[in-house]
């Protein structure tokens, strides 16, 4: 068995390469929450491996039961002869949920007419943002940020926007508005930097700054937070004006997320200025990162507040089906690699193939074979009616939008959107205007936007 490595001590942070953006005035607030971690016993919480043999990688019989990503068998032949096979339709491996309603909800098809625009077509995109004045704000791939006008005009880069490097394969979250951006002009953005050095970690920032008058430029840039290891994939700006970060697991099967000091999968949660907030659930576990807020994930792409209620759910991939809808609550271990509803990447089970355990959350619902979720966010505006109150989630090896009908906090219904058009989907927003706003993962990205069907 692979044992996990020990947990890294934090004087990584002396070694990490400096941009120009890190030369902060809130320096003094970063290194006071590093000289808190250094101090922490860095053992408390570890997860270890379950000892004994390596057991052989199952296999199971392929289809012919793929709802779990295209919908039917008849879609998936339909799809496969458009847009190509996908590599998840046939993986046979079908878990029993723990709740009957858990996973594979009745396939429904709304009423809902619309059309799709493509709004712009700009390089490969991570996550939006909607500004006031109608544009979108909009993170690349590769670095960087453009403005793409309400008529699809696409910006130059904006000025200012720190280097990156990325950890598997996204590098970047959106950029996050603050809640009183419209005032201030105040977003977050957070981002990994490539280790300085063959066998140091890769580190994760958060950075403040203001989005300069003209909008082609983002100026006050400072460092609020920063961790090795932190592989930022999601900011969502909480109620209560804190920062939830969503931070993923690199290896296949953890061991990270369980790891009460590691912010290898895990939500963060910092105020806006990078402080520890008094009331986060681990500040009394000894040894704990103080910023943690939930813990044993894998890899979070999508995080949104039910706008009805104020909690957080996000959208996780796991390595091999298993993919997670979860509704967070404070302090909550959501099980990875304890348990899980997915394997890892080579096919082996992950821990025995447990799904449940006591004290373990569970999702509210999962994708088995792998739909790869992304962007997520409530729909709860005005101009498609049938969808008031849904959950949309991008799917990137799913090729799709999926739409969740919910009832009570629970998935009722499961609809699967622009199937037809064979792309990945990486972010899915609802505009200002009520429409909805969707990323494809592909290089040229493309922005598309949803419009109800004229009567
Ligand atoms: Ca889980």
Redesign the pocket.
């Known amino acids: 068995m692979v044992k996990p490595p020990a947990p890294r001590r934090t004087a990584e942070f002396a070694t990490l390469r400096e941009t120009p953006v890190s030369k902060t005035r809130n320096a003094t607030k970063a290194a006071t929450a590093l000289s808190l971690i250094m101090s922490l016993t860095p053992t408390a919480g570890a997860w270890s491996q379950p000892a004994g043999t390596p057991a052989a990688i199952p296999s199971f019989p392929t289809g012919p039961d793929y709802a779990g990503v295209s919908g039917s068998p008849a879609q998936n032949d339909r799809l496969a002869a458009l847009c190509g096979a996908n590599r998840n339709v046939k993986d046979g491996y079908v878990p029993k949920p723990l709740l009957v309603d858990q996973t594979r909800a009745a396939q429904v098809k709304s009423k809902q007419a619309f059309s799709v625009e493509v709004l712009a077509s700009l390089d490969r995109s991570v996550a939006m943002a909607f500004l006031p004045d109608g544009s979108l704000l909009v993170s690349q791939r590769a670095g960087g940020l453009r403005r793409v006008s309400a008529t699809g005009q696409v910006s130059a880069p904006l000025k200012g926007t720190p280097e990156i490097s990325g950890v598997m394969g996204t590098s970047n979250t959106g950029p996050v508005l603050d809640r009183d951006f419209a005032k201030t002009r105040i977003l977050y953005y957070g981002y990994t930097l490539a280790p300085r050095a063959k066998g140091e970690p890769y580190a994760g920032r958060i950075l403040k700054a203001r989005l300069s008058a003209d909008g082609a430029a983002l100026e006050d840039a400072e460092t609020i937070f920063e961790q090795p290891n932190l592989a930022p994939r999601r900011i969502v700006q909480a109620r209560d004006g804190t920062l939830l970060i969503a931070s993923a697991e690199v290896a296949s099967g953890g061991p990270n997320p369980q790891s009460m000091t590691d912010p290898r999968g895990k939500i963060l949660r910092i105020a806006t200025d990078g402080a520890i907030p008094k009331d986060n659930p681990f500040l009394k576990t000894p040894g704990a990162n103080p910023a943690l807020y939930a813990i ?1 994930f894998r890899d979070i792409q999508g995080a949104a507040l039910n706008p009805k209620t104020g909690e957080l759910w996000v959208g ?1 991939n796991e390595p091999m089906g298993g993919d ?1 809808l ?1 509704r967070i609550k404070l302090g909550g271990n ?3 690699p304890l ?2 509803y997915g394997r890892e990447n080579s096919g082996a089970m992950i821990n025995g193939g447990k799904t449940a355990q006591d004290g373990l ?1 569970q ?1 509210v619902y999962f994708w088995t074979p792998s739909i790869a979720p992304s962007g997520l966010t409530f729909y709860d505006g005005k101009a498609f009616p049938a969808w008031k109150n849904s959950v949309f989630l991008g799917a990137m090896s799913g090729r799709q939008l999926v739409r969740l009908d919910l009832k009570n906090g629970r998935v009722v219904g499961e609809e699967k959107l622009l199937m037809d058009r064979c792309k990945r989907t990486k972010d899915v927003g609802q505009g200002p205007d009520g429409l909805i706003y969707v990323i494809t993962d592909e290089s040229p990205s493309e922005i598309l936007r949803l419009v109800p069907a004229r009567k």
């Open positions: 044993g996780e997670e979860n959501y099980g990875f348990i899980s959350e999702p």
